[in-house]
């Protein structure tokens, strides 16, 4: 609104609506079984709507070019995701502090738990966009509480958040540190986590290789 852009708001409401309408029919994309949808078909919406985007408006093509010389996944700070969240080590320990604290709260509350889990991550950006650099997490509890509450076990949870923390960071070196148009690296790695979680789930992994609560 502050724009004074009632293009942007156009465009804005379009894309709302299309993002319904990619939530409705990924819907009638068949589950795997009771409770377990193929994927979390938000997160899909998010990443379809986001591509959508650049196609229409981009020009760096389906996951953009780096600076001449440069290692395509070695990105500069200035256009790395979050840079005080791209190191190994970093990634790792908050991939780790994230996935127990999903872990626990899957385990112990259920759905429910995840849920809250998810709440918790994204209420904390608030603080990040008031210039705080707090760790972004939401892609890592959500997915590591889907797992504590499918496994039962928060050591499995703390694995699945560590994975899930690396993908994110993967996806945006993949998909935005050279593009010129937004592709969220979270919702990249909530769809794809979540959709491993639910068939791992449908196939009995967690049974069949289970670990300690």
């Known amino acids: 609104m502050g724009l004074n852009a009632p293009d942007v708001l156009l465009v804005g409401g379009i894309f ?9 029919a990924l819907q009638l994309v068949p589950s795997f079984g009771p409770g377990l ?8 919406g998010v990443v379809i709507s986001a ?10 093509g389906f996951c953009g070019k780096a600076d001449p ?23 790792a320990v908050i991939g780790l502090g994230g996935g127990l604290l999903g872990a626990w709260l899957g385990v ?5 738990g995840a849920l809250l889990a998810f709440g918790i991550a994204a209420s904390s950006l608030f603080f990040l966009t008031l210039g705080v650099l707090i760790p ?3 892609h890592i509890m959500l997915p590591a509480a889907l797992a504590g509450v499918a496994s039962g076990s928060v050591i499995w949870g703390a694995v699945v958040g560590i994975i899930a923390a690396f993908l994110g960071e993967f996806c945006a070196r993949a998909f935005l540190c050279h593009g010129d148009t937004h592709v969220d690296p979270p919702a990249c790695a909530i769809a794809v986590m979540t959709f491993a979680i639910n068939l791992l789930t449908a196939v009995g992994f967690w049974t ?3 670990l300690p609560v």
């Open 208 to 210: 069949l290789v289970p």
């Open 37 to 44: 949808a193929f994927s979390d078909l938000p997160a899909v």
């Open 51 to 60: 591509f959508l985007a650049r196609f229409l408006w981009g020009t760096c």
């Open 136 to 138: 972004v997490t939401h």
């Open 16 to 24: 709302g609506l299309i993002g319904y309408l990619i939530f409705w």
């Open 69 to 91: 010389g440069r290692g395509f996944f070695h990105p500069t700070d200035a256009t790395k995701w979050l840079v005080f969240q791209s190191s190994p080590a970093q990634i």
């Open 108 to 112: 112990t509350h259920g759905v429910p």
